[in-house]
């Protein structure tokens, strides 16, 4: 698209364009969209997921919730999880659905948010309504975001090293 046909699409000038590009852009951070998974030819579909605390409260870093998530995720069959890391504020996780026709992921998350919930009540609210997912197209963007998710308690001044960080682990291998 062009100055001109930007300015005519957009009544205006091409201030006024960027400025709609972000406060759309701002839109779509706010609600995610949860595409449906999309089936390639012999790929696998892996999906990476964050999932928020309330207000970013710093609840989840222990063992009681780790243990708690390690027993939810396999009642929520649906998607079955791989590797994982338990920030105190988030939840990072790869997935993959364990059916050709899953349900979409939002649900399956609400659904293991709900049975965690039920077992660490004290806590409650614990969750953010929502979570973010996107499905990887490429192993290179499986082991790039490994990589910033093992780092993340690093970053954070957590840890020194990502092996040090106990709130990791991987349930099922997601082979690529």
């Not at 870093?61 to 009642?75: C, D, F, K, Y």
């Not at 953010?128 to 192993?139: A, F, M, P, S, V």
């Amino acid at each position: 698209m062009n100055e001109s046909t930007m300015q005519r699409s957009t009544g205006g000038t091409l201030a006024s364009a960027s400025n709609k590009m972000v406060e759309c852009s701002h839109l779509d951070r706010k609600r995610p969209v949860h595409l449906p998974n999309i089936e390639r030819q012999n790929q696998p579909v892996i999906l990476f997921v964050t999932v928020c605390t309330k207000d970013r409260k710093p609840v989840l870093a222990t063992e009681r919730v780790h243990a708690a998530l390690i027993r939810v995720w396999p009642q929520a069959v649906q998607y079955r999880v791989g590797r994982y890391a338990i920030m105190p504020d988030h939840i990072h996780l790869f997935c993959s659905p364990t059916s050709w026709k899953p349900e979409n992921v939002k649900r399956w998350v609400a659904y293991w948010k709900r049975l965690a919930t039920i077992q660490l009540r004290d806590l409650s609210p614990i969750w953010q309504r929502d979570c973010w997912d996107t499905q990887l197209r490429k192993i290179s963007q499986y082991d790039e975001k490994w990589e910033y998710v093992v780092r993340n308690p690093v970053r954070r001044g957590l840890v020194d090293a990502p092996e040090q960080w106990p709130f990791q682990g991987c349930l099922n291998e997601l082979r690529w």
